[in-house]
Antibody
Framework: EVQLVQSGAEVKKPGESLRISCKGSGYSFTTYWISWARQKPGKGLEWMGRIDPSDSYTNYSPSFQGHISISDDKSIGTAYLQWSSLQASDTAIYYC??????????????WGQGTLVIVSS | SSELTQDPAVSVALGQTVRITCQGDSLRSSYASWYQQKPGQAPVLVFYGQNNRPSGIPDRFSASNSGNTASLTITGAQAEDEADYYCNSRDSSGYHLNRVFGGGTKLTVL
């Protein structure tokens, strides 16, 4: 059974750093990309970026470029989303998803349960 | 970045057919994937590509494309279809490897 299991909720202060994780199981981790999406309270999904675990190639939405970092550790089948300096506006639920790049019809077929990040002083 | 535009809210009577649309320039050259999200839950893929419905998704869900518009159709809407629906496709603004979500459509089943 394919599963993506994300790390637990976090409460942080502005300026602090954070890394959340997404562990894939039930499939070959390096065969599929991992994408990340943000959902602020009561708002829609926002695409943040993705990583190809076969070579750790990443691409980021311009809206998030420079503020986040996506990485992976293929030895343990885990992808990460990281901030070096959180802002209150980063308060949101973050989802990872198994991503299949198909050129003109990409899709995300399995999703993690989401990680709630609260940034408050 | 590229935008995908969805109607914020749509309603349908129980058992009737509803179409949820997604407009954007990138849809002229790529297909949308569609996601259903119920309150407090992670999104679920309900349709992708030209004609692909994931295993476990009822066949009342279908999709089509015309010009710059992608559509998700629910034929015979059920109460459990009440949810937010999001389209996703390629960013056409020059960041060709990037993706973008539509703003989402809240579907109410009356």
């Amino acid at each position: 059974e394919v599963q993506l299991v994300q790390s637990g909720a976090e409460v942080k202060k502005p300026g602090e750093s954070l890394r959340i994780s997404c562990k894939g199981s039930g499939y070959s981790f390096t065969t599929y990309w991992i994408s990340w999406a943000r959902q602020k309270p009561g708002k829609g999904l926002e695409w943040m970026g993705r990583i190809d675990p076969s070579d750790s190639y990443t691409n980021y939405s311009p809206s998030f470029q420079g503020h986040i970092s996506i990485s992976d550790d293929k030895s343990i089948g885990t992808a990460y989303l990281q901030w070096s300096s959180l802002q209150a506006s980063d308060t949101a639920i973050y989802y990872c998803a198994r991503h299949t790049p198909k050129g003109d019809h990409d899709y995300d077929d399995y999703w993690g349960q989401g990680t709630l990040v609260i940034v408050s002083s | 970045s590229s935008e995908l535009t969805q109607d914020p809210a749509v309603s349908v009577a129980l058992g009737q057919t509803v179409r949820i649309t997604c407009q954007g320039d990138s849809l002229r050259s790529s297909y949308a994937s569609w996601y259903q999200q119920k309150p407090g839950q992670a999104p679920v893929l309900v349709f992708y590509g030209q004609n692909n419905r994931p295993s476990g998704i009822p066949d009342r869900f279908s999709a089509s494309n015309s010009g710059n518009t992608a559509s998700l159709t629910i034929t015979g809407a059920q109460a459990e279809d009440e949810a937010d629906y999001y389209c996703n496709s390629r960013d056409s603004s020059g960041y060709h490897l990037n993706r973008v979500f539509g703003g989402g459509t809240k579907l109410t089943v009356l």
